[in-house]
């Protein structure tokens, strides 16, 4: 079954852009294009999309602003896409719910590998994403944890995820299977109160704030 996407971007030639290339791809539907965060809200409650594909500055409503209010209020998942890489905007972003983060500069074929991703339930960042979040974030990063609430494995699966690093490397790092760094990450997850694992790769680089 195709995934259901939602686009909202203020410039419409994005828009329609994003429309093509998606629609030339059986995986996808585009349900709509909107020019703004209410708009996306408004679709995201009305019908049923999978995945919103947001902006960060629109009028009426911004990207991340709408980010908490579809992560809040309906099953649809988000992602940013967006020509703006500041600390500020990605770190709010990702507390508000957004499953990833990516730069338009992204080739066609990235963008709906992610959208993938993030339709199955993982997040995405592109590593020059990642790279500005941790040169904006504390700098000894995870210092700061309360870290008798993790045991050292935890802690050690919480650092590689503030790398980049996926499942499998993590894995391979550690000598653990795949399925353990799942139960650890799961563990994580309900100590922190967070919903997935980029959200701990910025609660870790920020020393516990989340």
Request: glycine share 6%.
């Amino acid at each position: 079954m195709p995934i259901k996407v939602l686009i909202a971007d203020d410039d419409a030639l994005i828009r329609e852009g994003l429309k093509i290339i998606l629609e030339m791809d059986s995986d996808f539907i585009v349900e709509a294009c909107v020019e703004n965060g209410l708009k996306a809200l408004e679709n995201c409650l009305d019908y049923d999309i999978d995945v919103a594909l947001l902006d960060i500055r629109m009028p009426v409503m911004d990207g991340v602003q709408a980010v908490r209010e579809i992560a809040s209020k309906t099953t649809a998942r988000t992602l940013i896409l967006t020509t703006f890489d500041d600390q500020e905007f990605i770190t709010e972003a990702i507390k508000n719910g957004a499953r990833g983060y990516l730069l338009k500069n992204t080739p066609p074929d990235k963008i709906k590998a992610a959208i993938k991703l993030v339709y199955s339930g993982s997040s995405v960042m592109q590593d020059i994403v990642l790279d500005k979040l941790k040169q904006g974030l504390t700098a000894d990063k995870g210092s700061s944890l309360d870290r008798t609430l993790f045991s050292e494995r935890e802690l050690q699966v919480m650092e590689a995820i503030s790398e980049g690093l996926s499942n499998r490397e993590i894995a391979q790092k550690l000598f653990i299977s795949e399925g353990t760094v799942k139960n650890y990450i799961t563990s994580i997850l309900n100590k922190t109160a967070l919903t997935h694992r980029t959200q701990i790769a910025i609660y870790y680089i920020n020393g516990g704030k989340s």
